[in-house]
């Protein structure tokens, strides 16, 4: 016979804060199907790592379904604990120096026209990492030329000569995400600060490059706030913006604040654009990398109209 024991509360121990159920937007189906499976299988027999899988993404089915993903190079072990991400914090394993050509083999293996590369944080590195990342573009640049390629990088501590070296290896893109508004950066990003991200956009921008940023939202941000944000990035000149929803991926993690409607996203988004931010995904489901090969389009007209709209063609010349 099974005895049901009631369940007791121990009154010390309040129990967490029941998570919120996600609204009717947020609901994805699970990830499946054979473009899926393949790039599972490329991945792992590569030994390389990506965010969509070490994040949680809820996206990756759609996603790697139409063979979008994003690499992330320099292990899967990050040294930051920020509060809002699922990427395991510790002791990193140390640097793979094969990593950027198996990189470069998979990516031109897909035949992309454009493609999102990130890493973990990597604060024991002399230059944050900033020396692989620039093996990784240049072994990309020449296994896949005319594939577009978007970085989207850590802060290196600030540390702007690891800024200009990723710049000096030709990304097409430059992004470095800021994810929330400065009144909680502290409490998001626990070892990051607002003003440091903000430099290391500003110096992409000074040197020409493409830049892009993306916030989460529900983090307990007020809408003015994000629009202030928005209003700082317009005028440095960035070029994509990227707004989503932040989702809890555990109960260790920052809670959801708030789920922002559809029509909130679509209403900075309109901010946004009127701003002067060329380029604006905005909605529950983005991410910073999200569509990001539909962007590959616009980017190539931004670059042959460089010189008049202040960009500068950041690739070195083939070799
Ligand atoms: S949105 Fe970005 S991180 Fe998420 S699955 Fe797509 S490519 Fe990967």
């Given at each position: 016979m099974t005895v049901r024991l009631p369940i007791v509360q121990n009154e010390a121990e309040p129990a967490p804060a029941p998570r919120k159920r996600h609204p009717d937007w947020l609901r994805v189906p699970m990830p499946g199907g054979d473009g899926y499976q393949a790039l599972r299988r490329m991945v792992k027999e590569l030994g390389l790592h990506t965010v969509c899988q070490s994040a949680s993404c809820p996206n990756i089915g759609e996603c790697w379904n139409h063979r979008a993903l994003t690499i992330m190079i320099l292990?899967?072990?990050?040294t930051r604990s920020c509060r809002f991400c699922d990427v395991a914090t510790g002791r990193?394993?140390?640097?793979?120096?094969?990593e950027p050509a198996r990189v470069a083999t998979m990516l031109a293996a897909l035949e992309l026209n454009h493609t999102v590369i990130t890493s973990v944080d990597r604060d024991d590195l002399p230059d944050g990492g900033a020396g692989i990342w620039a093996e990784t573009l240049h072994a990309c640049h020449a296994a896949a030329p005319d594939m577009t390629i978007e970085v989207l990088v850590p802060?290196?501590?600030?540390?702007l000569a690891d800024v200009d070296t990723v710049l000096d290896a030709g990304p097409d893109v430059f992004a470095h995400n800021l994810e929330t508004v400065p009144r909680l950066s502290r409490e998001v990003r626990?070892?990051?600060?607002y003003d440091r991200s903000f430099a290391v956009l500003r110096r992409a921008r000074e040197r020409g490059a493409l830049v892009k940023t993306g916030l989460m939202l529900g983090?307990?941000?007020e809408p003015a706030e994000v629009r202030e944000v928005i209003d700082q990035l317009a005028a440095l000149g960035l070029t994509i913006l990227t707004l989503g929803q932040y989702l809890q991926p555990s109960k260790k993690h920052l809670p959801v604040q708030r789920y922002v409607h559809p029509d909130e996203f679509a209403e900075l988004k309109r901010h946004a654009l009127a701003a002067g931010i060329v380029h604006v995904e905005s909605g529950p489901?983005?991410?910073?990398?999200?569509?990001?090969?539909?962007?590959a389009e616009l980017i190539r007209r931004l670059q042959a109209g460089a010189g008049k709209i202040g960009f500068a063609s950041l690739r070195p010349p083939a070799a």
């Open positions: 292990g899967d072990i990050c990193p394993l140390p640097v793979d120096h094969g802060d290196f501590k600030g540390d626990v070892q990051a600060r983090l307990g941000e489901l983005v991410r910073s990398s999200y569509h990001a090969e539909g962007q």
